[in-house]
């Protein structure tokens, strides 16, 4: 099977100060992609056609259709006229909790909430992730480094987001990148279940944070997310909720932490690079 690639080259037209020069660049390829829990759909979004077999489990672990790996059967990832179905097949027995409240989705790339049919499940409670991680400032200063030299699709379209796990001990682990923001995350979630046991690490995201991000970021269990942009306001409660450290605002020259504090050693004595930048 050949799916479509996560890139092609279009003519364009280059306006400069140079004047009008014509040529190709490469453009971030966008397919539909139903994901579909045993025959029966549960998601349409736009994606880029590349590691849905991660889409799909991180998906399915997100949306908590089910608790762990071990409950999906398999994946099969079947390309049509219209686009790409992922068929993921569950356990009998598992995601009865999720056939009770079967979501119908049709999710352009910028929604991440399209199609629940009640406010509960909007603002439902996320679980809480743990305690291991401790880290200095500039521990987080080299997992944002780390991000930019890994984003392979992103420096040739300038069109996709990323989402990245970094640790202490072995730097940046896995990426993902998508047109979808919370396609990128749901494709990083499905690459880091397949490790075993997961390392405790950061989450790096390219994008703003808004509350669906963050709900997906605790069922992976990240403690300490970190983000180019800023986060919005439940996205804040809800961090604060599961107990992640949420920071946002992340440059070179620092960041701003929103949650959870404790997780950073404090160094008063010296600052630059590598430490949270006075307001």
Same mark, same amino acid.
């Given at each position: 099977?050949?799916l479509?690639?996560p890139? *092609?080259?279009?003519?364009?037209?280059?306006? *400069?100060?140079?004047g009008?020069?014509?040529?190709?660049?490469? @453009?971030a390829?966008?397919?539909?992609?139903?994901?579909?829990?045993?025959?029966s759909t549960?998601?349409?979004?736009?994606?880029?056609p590349a590691?849905?077999e991660?889409?799909a489990?991180?998906f399915?672990?997100?949306e908590?259709?089910?608790?762990?790996?071990?409950?999906? +059967?398999?994946?099969d990832?079947?390309?049509?006229?219209? /686009? @790409?179905? $992922?068929?993921?097949?569950l356990?009998?027995?598992?995601?009865?909790?999720?056939?009770e409240?079967?979501? +119908?989705?049709?999710?352009?790339?910028?929604?991440?909430?399209?199609g629940?049919?009640?406010?509960?499940?909007?603002?439902?409670?996320?679980?809480q992730?743990?305690?291991?991680?401790?880290l200095?400032? &500039?521990?987080?200063?080299?997992?944002?480094?780390?991000?930019?030299p890994?984003?392979?699709l992103?420096?040739?379209?300038?069109?996709?987001?990323?989402?990245?796990?970094?640790? %202490?001990a072995d730097?940046?682990?896995?990426?993902?990148?998508?047109? &979808?923001?919370?396609?990128?995350?749901? %494709?990083?979630? /499905?690459?880091l $279940?397949?490790r075993?046991?997961a390392t405790?690490?950061?989450?790096?995201?390219t994008s703003?944070?808004?509350?669906?991000m963050? +709900? %997906?970021?605790?069922?992976?269990?990240?403690?300490?997310?970190v983000?180019?942009?800023?986060p919005?306001?439940?996205?804040?409660?809800?961090?604060e909720?599961?107990g992640?450290?949420?920071? &946002? @605002?992340?440059?070179?020259?620092?960041?701003?932490?929103f949650?959870?504090?404790?997780?950073l050693?404090q160094?008063?004595?010296r %600052?630059?690079?590598?430490?949270?930048?006075?307001?």
């Amino acid at each position: 099977m050949n799916l479509p690639p996560p890139a *092609s080259p279009a003519r364009r037209a280059l306006w *400069s100060a140079a004047g009008v020069q014509t040529g190709e660049r490469l @453009i971030a390829g966008e397919t539909p992609v139903a994901l579909v829990h045993d025959a029966s759909t549960t998601a349409v979004m736009m994606a880029t056609p590349a590691d849905l077999e991660d889409l799909a489990l991180g998906f399915t672990l997100t949306e908590r259709i089910v608790a762990t790996l071990d409950e999906i +059967q398999g994946v099969d990832i079947v390309e049509n006229e219209l /686009g @790409i179905e $992922a068929r993921i097949w569950l356990k009998p027995g598992s995601g009865a909790a999720f056939a009770e409240r079967r979501r +119908q989705i049709a999710g352009p790339t910028g929604c991440g909430l399209c199609g629940l049919d009640s406010l509960s499940q909007a603002v439902r409670a996320p679980p809480q992730v743990g305690r291991a991680l401790n880290l200095a400032p &500039g521990d987080i200063q080299s997992a944002l480094a780390a991000l930019a030299p890994a984003q392979t699709l992103g420096a040739a379209t300038r069109a996709v987001h990323a989402a990245a796990w970094w640790t %202490k001990a072995d730097g940046l682990l896995a990426i993902r990148e998508d047109v &979808g923001r919370h396609n990128a995350l749901d %494709k990083l979630v /499905g690459a880091l $279940a397949r490790r075993d046991p997961a390392t405790p690490g950061v989450l790096v995201l390219t994008s703003r944070v808004s509350v669906e991000m963050v +709900q %997906k970021a605790a069922v992976l269990g990240a403690e300490i997310l970190v983000a180019v942009s800023a986060p919005t306001t439940l996205a804040v409660r809800t961090a604060e909720a599961a107990g992640i450290t949420l920071i &946002g @605002i992340a440059r070179d020259d620092g960041f701003e932490v929103f949650t959870c504090p404790e997780r950073l050693e404090q160094d008063t004595a010296r %600052k630059g690079p590598g430490h949270p930048r006075t307001p």
